[in-house]
């Protein structure tokens, strides 16, 4: 399916990409905007990093690490194999490729420009024509309060602590003062939306954030297009990442009607793996079962399809 009219959607990083990259793959180009976690950034090297941003731009613009994940394909490491040499922070691995975002990035925000406008850059330069929108332009922080290694900004839970310690609690740091940028205000607002597409990514570390960002909540309930929401749950387990664990350590249920709870008062309906299919019922709210692994490109873009195809099936008062 195609459609002339527009989609806006909220994506973390890899999960939430692959949606995106079958949306932007099925839409006309301009009719797909982002809105994107920005509570993983941090600084690190004194560079201003932006993890999910730059998933959703490679896996995009087609130049993404599918082995691992995170990063640009054929990437090389001079940088980091000198820095290691030299006795310089190694946790957190930057491809030569890579490093340039991050060095262009922070040279941008340093000469005044806001995160919106140095993204929008960014993703020109890789030929994307889908909008790239940070959720904020001001710093929102997931911070990690886990039980046995303190208090962590989400990197160094993430990736220097793999996601081991165990969490206690959740904080997103700045989202009361943060606003929604005025291109995020627009998106939103745009009468000529079609869908707003709630991307399967991890609900507490990747879309909770998003939703924190003060007046996100108020912006979508007052969007004209339906609400519609994949579930990252595929048989009560997820695809991968520490969503399934995290779920449990905070004593959330891994179903379909928990992930539609998490999302009441955002969400008009959902989408569920049929390996979830018995929850139909108790979701409380209409729901797709439809196959929702992304293990191609051609499976990206069927769920796509589907997705805007039930999201035309819904309307909002
Ligand atoms: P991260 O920021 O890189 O951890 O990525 P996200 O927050 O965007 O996504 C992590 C979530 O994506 C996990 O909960 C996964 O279960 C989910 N996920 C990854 N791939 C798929 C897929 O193919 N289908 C579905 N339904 N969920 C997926």
Redesign the pocket.
């Known amino acids: 399916m195609s459609t002339d009219r527009r989609v806006v959607a909220l994506?973390?990083?890899?999960?939430?990409?692959?949606l995106a990259h079958g949306l932007y793959r099925r839409l006309p180009p301009g009719a797909l905007a982002c809105i994107v976690n920005t509570g993983?950034d941090f600084r690190h090297l004194d560079l201003h990093v932006s993890p999910?941003i730059d998933?959703l731009i490679y896996t995009l613009g087609g130049v993404e690490n599918p082995a691992t994940?995170w990063g640009r394909r054929d990437e090389t490491w001079t940088f980091m194999a000198v820095l290691e040499q030299l006795g310089g922070p190694d946790w957190f691995r930057l491809g030569d490729g890579d490093l340039a975002f991050h060095v262009e990035r922070t040279r941008r925000l340093t000469a005044g420009e806001r995160l919106t406008e140095v993204t929008d850059h960014l993703r020109r330069g890789l030929g994307v024509s889908a909008a790239v929108l940070p959720m904020a332009d001001a710093p929102v922080r997931t911070i990690v309060h886990t039980v046995d290694a303190g208090t962590l900004t989400f990197q160094e839970y993430f990736v220097r602590h793999r996601a081991q310690p165990r969490v206690r609690a959740l904080e997103y740091e700045g989202a009361d003062h943060a606003e929604p940028p005025p291109e995020v205000v627009a998106a939103l607002a745009d009468p000529g939306l079609a869908a707003v597409v709630l991307c399967?990514?991890?609900p507490l570390?990747?879309v909770a954030p998003l939703l924190a960002v003060a007046g996100m909540r108020a912006l979508l309930a007052a969007c004209r297009a339906p609400v519609v929401a994949?579930?990252?749950?595929?048989g009560g387990a997820?695809?991968?990442?520490p969503?399934a664990k995290v779920m449990d350590e905070l004593g959330i249920a891994r179903t379909p009607e928990a992930i539609a709870e998490g999302y009441r008062g955002v969400i008009d309906a959902l989408v569920i793996?049929p390996s979830d299919a018995a929850s139909r019922d108790r979701c409380g709210l209409p729901v797709l079962v439809t196959p929702?692994?992304?293990?191609s490109t051609a499976r990206r873009e069927a769920l796509a399809d589907e997705v805007l195809d039930f999201a035309a099936t819904l309307g909002r008062g």
């Open positions: 994506t973390g990083g890899v999960g939430g990409a692959k993983d999910d998933t994940g399967p990514s991890n570390l990747s994949v579930s990252p749950l595929i997820a695809v991968k990442g969503t793996d929702t692994l992304m293990d």
